[in-house]
């Protein structure tokens, strides 16, 4: 009796919904979730309602649900997150070339190789700023709308796309400035363009874009747009009707504008970097015709130096990056809408490469400086032991990637840098979550790959379903296939090197020098929850879509568009039906020969290298030496 009773508390059908909520917290797949599911009604029940939200929000904090999230939401965030993270580990991604010269009509279709209108006069293409968004429209996982706008010049280019329930919406296009279609996922796309009147190609070239979220579909979408001879202004451009018009206009005194940065979260602002010295602050009011300087303040330490970037911090902080200085790092309070006259702290990045910085003169002689190109706020949740508005990253140009936590007394928290093109500036950089980032070179068109690898960044391992032959003994044991089973960072490390890595951008109807050897001027991703990003060289724009050709249960964004053939499916009619998926060259970071390795086409392929995605093929190893000659020429 005692026996049976005992048992009885045991069972699963008897524990309250409290415990099973820690027991799903301490689950580290979607598989197990499943099959704690299948076990009773009551489990089924509680794992439909709060075992895959638990799951989603313990092991991906960084997610904000829509609204109203519906009954299956949250599995299907499981799956697509997870996806996401698969695909990352594996370097599994599709990259297309999403310029739209011979879908837009008249504002680009007479656009050459180089990017710019015959007549401009310009000898270099365009250089792109990219800003994108995707909002939640219903409760679906699906139901997005994805936003990417980038500069071409001295116009504005524009793509929106309606995925999920919706994915039959149709724009009423008046003119030929914009496009619609449907691609492979059965997801509705449109294109449109804005140009200014009068606009001259270089002078009014742009050189910031800053999107605003629209929660509806029918909303016109709202872009503030900063141009290299000092306009400023909030635009309204709908890509459903041929309409644009001007919001408000920033008054900068006719100063060049930099680069600008938005802060959504209570009070909306704009800070602008004009000219080579300030810094202005904006209140975004779209109500207003004409729009003044709340605040500002000159950010520069020495007349030798100019801004060059700044960013938001959290809610009350703003971050600005110039340079050459020793001190190339200045964090403003940002209170009751106006920017702190005194620097809160200003960071000196320590001479990790002496010979790569600049030398900087003053009244004490000659100081070794560097510049801050790029900045990217990491939303780090508390789940990482870190505070929204305390870790950034800042990209130099000395090659040099830094972690910054504003908690510590250090100036910097950890340095990342690639071993191969060890001292090509940073100009460009997205965070992925907690767990890695992107950095764009300023050689070559590479971005490239960096794992973080801090206590807490990593919380959900895709590889946990595997067999791991370097467990220790007192590690887990997989009964089935009587193997041990991968169960911390160190059996995760050892199988599937988390080595750093390059990818060469090579877009296909851009084969010129110039742009082989472009910058990665842009780095842009809609939210932590795309499996997309957006990467700008010169005169194009490129996007990576984070997904394996061979996943049998893809993201959900992907399902549709499944086309067979017979009884298999055709890869190559759902993923690449008009042959324009390029395939890129990549090598890893390591301290011996680099071993270059390229994608295959899209078609069906067996895995070559173990834990990659299967469209890599390796090629011959190649000493650093002769890499270097390769970066040289331009070959890679």
């Known amino acids: 009796m005692a026996w049976e009773a ?134 679906d996982w699906t139901s997005r709308k994805e936003v990417v706008a980038w500069g071409a010049g001295a116009a504005l280019c524009m793509r929106a796309k309606i995925m999920g329930r919706n994915k039959n919406y149709e724009w009423q296009t008046l003119d030929n400035r914009h496009f619609k279609g449907v691609n492979s996922h059965e997801q509705r796309y449109t294109y449109a363009t804005y140009n200014e009147n009068g606009a001259n190609e270089g002078l009014d070239d742009i050189t910031s874009v800053n999107l605003l979220s629209q929660q509806n579909l029918n909303d016109s979408e709202q872009v503030i747009i900063g141009r290299a001879s000092g306009g400023l202004a909030l635009v309204s451009l709908s890509t459903e009707k041929s309409q644009s018009k001007v919001l408000s206009s920033y008054d900068t005194q006719g100063r060049p504008v930099r680069s600008a940065a938005t802060k959504s979260e209570s009070n909306a602002l704009l800070a602008a970097c004009l000219s080579d010295s300030t ?19 000159s950010a520069l330490p020495s007349n030798q130096s100019r801004t060059w970037t700044s960013r938001f911090l959290g809610h009350n902080r703003l971050i600005v990056g110039l340079g050459p200085s020793q001190e190339p790092l200045n964090v403003y309070d940002v209170g009751q809408g106006e920017i702190s006259q005194e620097r809160v702290r200003m960071l000196e990045l320590s001479d990790f490469s002496a010979h790569a910085r600049l030398d900087l003169r003053g009244d004490i002689g000659v100081r070794s400086a560097t510049s801050i190109y790029s900045l990217a706020p990491i939303d780090a949740p508390s789940l990482a032991g870190r505070a929204d508005g305390d870790v950034f990253l800042s990209g130099a140009y000395d090659g040099l990637t830094c972690l910054h936590d504003l908690r510590s007394t250090n100036s910097i928290t950890a340095v990342f840098r690639d071993p191969v093109d060890t ?35 990593k919380l959900y391992h895709a590889a946990d379903l595997e067999p791991c032959s370097g467990a220790s003994d007192n590690g887990p044991r997989n009964c089935k296939s009587g193997k041990w089973s991968s169960c911390c960072e160190h059996h995760y490390e050892a199988k599937h090197r988390r080595r750093d890595w390059n990818v060469f951008l090579r877009p296909t109807d851009n084969t010129n020098r110039r742009v082989t050897e472009s910058p990665v001027y842009a780095l842009s991703r809609p939210s932590q929850c795309s499996p997309t ?96 000659r390769y970066h040289a020429w331009g070959l890679v």
């Open 6 to 139: 005992c048992n009885e508390k045991a069972a699963l059908v008897a524990l309250p919904p409290e415990l099973l909520a820690q027991i799903v917290v301490h689950i580290d797949t979607v598989r197990v979730i499943s099959h704690l599911a299948s076990t009773c009604r009551k489990a089924h029940a509680f794992v439909e309602t709060d075992g895959f939200r638990i799951f989603v929000q313990t092991k991906f904090p960084s997610i904000k649900p829509p609204t109203r999230p519906s009954s299956s939401f949250w599995k299907e965030a499981a799956l697509g997150m997870t996806s996401l993270a698969k695909n990352w580990d594996r370097k599994a991604f599709i990259a297309r070339n999403i310029n739209p010269q011979n879908e837009v009509g008249q504002d680009t279709s007479c656009q050459k190789s180089r990017g710019r209108p015959a007549q401009a006069g310009q000898t270099m293409g365009f250089t792109p700023v990219i800003d994108s968004y995707d909002a939640w429209y219903g409760g």
């Open 279 to 297: 810094v202005a602050l904006y209140p975004i009011d779209p109500a207003s015709s004409q729009v003044q300087p709340i605040s500002q303040v």
């Open 423 to 457: 001292f090509s500036p940073i100009y460009s950089l997205l965070p992925i979550g907690t767990e890695r980032f992107v950095a764009g070179g300023a050689r070559h068109s590479i971005i490239k790959v960096f794992d973080v690898r801090m206590p807490g960044s």
């Open 533 to 628: 990003f957006f990467a700008g060289v010169e005169s194009t724009v490129l996007q990576f879509d984070m997904v394996s050709i061979m996943d049998e249960h893809p993201d959900p964004l992907f399902k549709y568009g499944q086309v067979k053939t017979g009884d298999k499916h055709d890869i190559e009619r759902k993923w690449d039906p008009q042959g324009n998926v390029l395939c890129l060259p990549m090598y890893e970071h390591d301290s011996g020969p680099v071993n270059l390795i390229k994608q295959r086409k899209v078609e069906y392929a067996r895995g070559s290298i173990e834990g990659w995605d299967e469209r890599w093929k390796p090629e011959e190893p190649r000493p650093v030496d002769v890499r270097r």
